[in-house]
Structure formats: C-alpha cells, structure tokens
C-alpha cells in the first residue's frame, strides 16, 4: 500500500465497518505498521493517523521470519533455540527406544512448519542433526561425551530399509517445498498461485 | 519424479523425462551421445523423424551401436501416434496426487534389504528390545572387537561365556559360543549356524516354524546379551538354568502384547519348550 494519508483513511474505514458488521475488532495497540523506503518523519505522522505502533523489516509474522530479501541464518535463530531448550527438557531417564521415539517425533517435527515454506541454511539444519544426535545417543546430559553406536546417515534410513527412521531434514526440507511447486504448476486454486 | 503419458508431446524431453514408461537417454545411452539437441521435446522429435531428417536430430554419422539402437527407437516409435490433447503428467507413485511423504521415500534412497528388518519392527516386543536387536542386526552392539575397534582398553577381548579364548564376535557370543548353543540346545533350537548373521536369522526362521519366531529370536539374544552383562559388569556367574529362567519371564509378558489369535500358541509354545 502506498504511504498516503488517504488510502489509509479509507483502509481504517473499511476495517472499521467490518468490525461493526461482524463484530470483530482489529486490535491497534497490537497493530504494526512496516515502512519500505519511506522516511521517519512521515511514518509518525501516519501511524498516529492510524493509531498503531512502528515496526521494521525483518520481523515475525506468524511464526516465520518476513523480510524483503532472503532469511539469514540469524533469522532462524528461534528455531534452533527452540530445539536446544526442548533438549533439557524432555526426561532423562528414557531407554534408547524411548529417545529414539522422542527425537523422531518431537525434535524432527519442530522445524517442519517453517521447512514448509523456507529452504533452510545448511548450517541451520546441521545445528538441529546437532541436537537430534546428541539426544538419540546421549540424553539430555550436555557435557556427556558417550560415542554415538550406528552412523547418523544410517540411523537416517525408513524402518523398512536399514535405518531407524528419523527424518533426513534436507530431503525433507525438499519434498515439502515440493509441494508448492506441485500446486503451482498445477494451477490449484489457492489465492497465491492466482496471483502469481 | 514424475512420468508422463503422451499425447501432444509438447511438455516432455524426449530423451530426459520419464514417458510411457519409458527413459531413452539411460536406454539407448550410445544413441543419447549422438543428439544434437538433448532437450528437444518429444512432439518436435516426432514430427522430425516422420519427414525423415535424421541429421538434424543426430551428429552423423553413427557408429554402428548407435545405429543399432537408432532402429530399435525407430520401431518403438512408429507405435506411437501423437494426439491433440495435453500430456497427462502424473507421479511415479502412480497418482497424480502430490504428497510429501512419498516424494521423501522416492528421494530417499533405498535399497533392497534383507526381510529382518521387516520382522523386527513387526514382531510384539517392547521398544527397548527392539531397539537392541537393530543394533545386533547392525553389529553396533559394543561387544569386545567392537571396543577394541574403537580404541578402548581392556585386559582382555575374549568372550567371557566360554573357555575357548575366542575374540568376542557378535556371531560367536550369539550363535556359535559353546553357551549359546546350549541355551539353544535345550530349547529344542539347533539350527544350521552360517557364518552370515541374516542366513542365520532365516535358518531359524525355517526351524521355528512360528508366527512369532522373532520375539523368540529376540528374547533369546537378549538372555544371552544379559548373562554376559552381568558376568562382566556385576560379576554374577552364567548358567544355563538363569538364562532359561530369564528368557521364559520375558517371553510371558510378551504374551500380553502379542495379537489375540496367537496367545494360545505361544503359550503352548512356551509350556512345550522352555
């Protein structure tokens, strides 16, 4: 939209009529208003025109990193914290099979919402393997240094092959993104690939 | 990734993409080094060929493989007639449905692997000792040759089950120890011991003749994996009779967890054997 006093008049207008016909409020004070390339003293006046806060690029939104250019790894750095903290907090007192099924199920799911959209950095997905690794073989115990037993590139295969079926988070980082290009390529109709 | 069914012939690489099952460039690959243009489209290709101006499709001359091959295209293709319609893509799981689990299996490589796996993850035992018979299956038990591959120190590698100072091997503590034999021997279990664990595993299978041959299979390692455990760790002495003991104990709790048609069974089983 265009940083124009007018437009956003009539924005606030057609927000406001839709609160009133279906009685659900936009919350301003929560609200977040992104200049791109527009300069200071005009974003004041315009979010107090428009009654909500100042906001800049990159920034969240809705759980993933938004920014004009492409994320940088320091982006996803909430994400791999994420995976470090769920770390010590899962029990240590699980068998093998037991943190085998935890590593499979809660730490290679963490990342699937944001691998849904974004092709992670290679460094981003070696510090998850990092985590992932660490619990199958060692617990939560940071300092332990226990040898891992079987090759991570084994333990990496399906059940129905050699492997013990934890996800390879490239591979499906890939299949994931996949699937954007098969809604795309087969004009489904979804909003986006309209657009495009 | 995805195959296609001609019909225009507009969409498709002739000699790189998957069509009617078939993928020329890996078929006829001395044919494939002759083409000028390796990504024409299979309508071009076509219609090329039909008015007869293989120089434009190929460096001539070919050498006499290639021309072989180049006839046995020729017939595929006189087959084929073009239709005007779009070509219907669809993927190599047979649907034209995309799903992210079956493009990771696809882009995941996997080979052919022996039917052990499969019981494994079938068969009704706890997690645990599944667990422990995939690192058994893997060799990455860390029995002794497997600590003194990895550098550890110890004042002796030999299996501590028998007198025979042997190198403790996965295959010689489970199958072909002096005390596993026994321990089998007294179940009624002798099969043919090879020296390849998988053979060993199908040989037992064959002896067995049970449904639930792997949770037999299982516990029995396990038994055995324990009575060396304690021997070396809590000093305890192996006998044959503890070993039993054990095995039958865990083998009656899987009677819980095993399907309702084979309780019976593997009671009887069990009241017959152990």
């Known amino acids: 939209m265009e940083a124009d006093a007018r437009q956003l008049f009539f924005l606030k207008a057609i927000l406001n009529s839709f609160a009133e016909s279906t009685g659900l409020k936009v919350n301003y004070s929560e609200s977040m208003m992104v200049p791109i390339n527009v300069s200071d003293e005009q974003l004041d006046i315009l979010a107090q025109t428009f009654g909500c806060s100042k906001g800049s690029l990159p920034f969240t939104y809705i759980g993933l990193p938004l920014s004009i250019t492409r994320p940088s790894v320091a982006d996803y750095w909430p994400l791999v914290s994420k995976c470090e903290r769920r770390l010590s907090s899962v029990s240590s007192f699980l068998n093998e099979a037991g943190r085998l099924q935890i590593t499979n199920a809660v730490l290679t799911a963490l990342p699937t919402y944001a691998m849904c959209t974004f092709l992670l950095p290679k460094t981003v997905i070696k510090q998850i393997d990092k985590f992932r690794k660490h619990y199958l073989w060692r617990g939560s115990d940071m300092n332990s240094k226990k040898p891992a037993k079987a090759a991570w590139p084994l333990v990496c295969l399906p059940k129905d092959s050699v492997g013990l079926g934890a996800l390879n988070l490239y591979i499906q980082n890939v299949s994931l993104l996949l699937k954007q290009l098969h809604k795309f390529y087969n004009n489904l109709d979804i909003p986006w690939v309209q657009l495009i | 990734m995805a195959s296609v069914t001609i019909m225009d012939g507009y969409t498709s690489f002739f000699w790189s993409d998957i069509w009617n099952g078939r993928l020329f460039s890996s078929q006829f690959p001395e044919l494939f080094s002759f083409a000028k243009d390796k990504h024409i489209s299979v309508q071009t290709f076509i219609s090329m ?13 070919l050498s006499t493989q290639a021309y072989g091959q180049f006839q046995q295209l020729n017939s595929i293709i006189a087959n084929i007639t073009l239709q005007a319609r779009n070509d219907v893509w669809s993927y190599i799981w047979n649907s034209n449905i995309f799903t992210s689990s079956k493009a990771y299996l696809n882009l995941i490589s996997t080979r052919q692997v022996h039917s052990a796996f499969k019981w494994l993850w079938k068969s009704s035992c706890q997690a645990k000792r599944k667990f422990f018979f995939w690192l058994l299956l893997q060799d990455r038990l860390s029995t002794r040759d497997i600590l003194k591959w990895r550098n550890m120190e110890l004042q002796c590698y030999d299996c501590v089950l028998c007198h025979l100072c042997t190198e403790e091997r996965l295959m010689h503590l489970f ?50 994996w324990s009575a060396r455990n304690d021997n070396i760790f809590r000093g305890l002495q192996h006998s044959i009779a503890s070993c039993k003991a054990s095995f039958r104990r865990e083998l009656t709790q899987i009677k819980f967890r095993v399907s309702n048609n084979l309780k019976t069974p593997l009671a009887q089983w069990i009241e017959h054997y152990v």
Do not use: R, V
Request: glycine share 2%; net charge negative; aromatic share 16%.
């Open chain 2, 49 to 61: 060929l039909a008015i007869e101006e293989p120089d434009e499709l190929f460096h001539l001359p």
């Open chain 2, 175 to 224: 199958f072909s120890c002096p005390f596993s034999m026994s321990c089998k021997n007294t179940l009624g279990l002798a099969p043919m011991i090879f020296d390849d664990l998988f053979q060993t595993l199908s040989a037992f299978k064959l002896h067995l003749q049970q449904p639930f041959f792997m949770e037999i299979i299982i516990y029995i390692c396990w038994a055995i």
